[in-house]
């Protein structure tokens, strides 16, 4: 029986080419949030197989054949080294990179790097009160971290054409 190949024309796109990729960067987190899935996951015990910087790169350059937007998440992204030189990598590229944080290792040099790095959006998670997200994520102080961070970042010359979003996981609690 002969195989069948789906023949693609010059200028068109597969339905298997997306225009938005989700990298989890890693399954490692600084905080231990009370509705996270990643706690209770195996892909938590699969952090020593994190792709390695240059590995994430080599993605990146085999889908920039057009623009796409990236979406960098994890776990803490921030908990990777070199997340300012891949948003770097991705921007060179032509894409879109949007970043979702908790912003615990946001300080102002850290921002100032990602923004720099030319960063589209940056989301960061505040779950409520500052007393109910230091409850949520079970570490106290982390709302105002968060809060330095959007302060920071906000008010940053380097912000540019960088959005900054605040997000809230709706939970039991």
């Known amino acids: 029986m ?3 190949r789906d023949k693609k024309l010059p200028g068109t796109r597969s339905k298997f080419d997306p225009d938005y990729v989700a990298l989890d960067l890693t399954y490692r987190c600084n905080l231990a949030c009370s509705f996270c899935f990643m706690a209770e996951s195996r892909t938590k015990a699969a952090g020593s ?7 994430l790169k080599e993605l990146v350059d085999g889908l920039s054949q057009r623009p ?3 979406y960098l998440a994890g776990g803490e992204p921030s908990l ?4 300012p030189e891949l948003v770097r990598h991705i921007k060179k590229r032509g894409h879109r990179c949007l ?3 908790n ?5 102002e040099r850290a921002a100032a790097l990602l923004l720099k790095a ?3 959006e940056i989301t960061v998670s505040l779950h409520g009160t500052p007393e109910m997200h230091d409850r949520v994520t079970g570490v106290k102080g982390s709302a105002a971290r968060a809060e330095k961070f959007f302060r920071f970042a906000g008010a940053s010359p380097l912000k540019k054409n960088a959005s900054l979003t ?7 609690l």
């Open 2 to 4: 002969a195989e069948r």
């Open 68 to 70: 796409r937007e990236f």
């Open 166 to 172: 605040l997000w809230c996981t709706i939970n039991r």
């Open 49 to 55: 197989k994190e792709l390695t910087l240059a590995e």
């Open 118 to 120: 030319g960063v589209d």
């Open 80 to 83: 990777r080294r070199g997340l």
């Open 99 to 101: 970043l979702t944080t």
């Open 103 to 107: 912003a615990q290792r946001l300080d």
